[in-house]
């Protein structure tokens, strides 16, 4: 009887996360991962959404208070073109739309230097801690929905 008590107070308290979450009031979402800046970011990269083909990076850019979008939040992209290098070809400044969604197309990023494939993200918008990660791609996907989630500034 205790047990199913128990049992029964865990399914209410699931069902009222459950209910919070869907209605957005104290949804959380965790932050996205820092990562390593490293040496070849430039700022000021030309806004484009695309610096190639093949890959095919998606997603909104959300708050981790809330997981509302982030409409106009700046992400920078820096990636090795096809021969492996960084150059100017290959970067580029993307303002997430009126609904935070972004979408960003380039080359499949080659392995270099016993690095994995990776794609260098910058993420600002105002009242937010600027955040720098990488993206992992793996074949065979050459089309990733990634949701890139800040925090607000204290
Ligand atoms: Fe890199």
């Known amino acids: 009887m205790r047990s199913a008590l128990a049992l029964g107070c865990v399914s209410l308290g699931l ?8 209605a957005g009031k104290e949804a959380v979402c965790p932050p996205t991962p820092a990562d390593y800046l490293g040496p070849f970011y430039e700022p000021d990269a030309p806004v484009r ?17 809330g997981c509302s979008p ?6 920078e992209f820096w990636l090795v073109g096809p021969n492996g290098r960084y150059d100017a ?4 400044t993307l303002l997430a739309d009126k609904k935070g969604t972004y979408r960003f197309e380039s080359n499949f990023p080659p392995p270099y230097s016993g690095r994995p494939s990776h794609i260098h993200l910058r ?5 937010f801690k600027t955040l720098a990660t990488q993206h992992y791609p793996r074949l065979p996907e050459t089309r990733v929905n990634l ?8």
Request: net charge negative; hydrophobic share 40%.
């Open 15 to 22: 069902m009222l996360l459950a209910s919070e979450g869907a």
């Open 49 to 65: 959404s695309s610096v190639g083909s093949g890959y095919v990076l998606e997603g909104t850019v959300r708050s981790s208070n």
């Open 70 to 75: 982030i409409p106009g939040a700046r992400i």
């Open 89 to 92: 070809d290959h970067r580029a």
């Open 123 to 127: 993420i600002s918008a105002e009242g």
């Open 147 to 154: 949701d890139l989630v800040i925090t607000p500034a204290e």
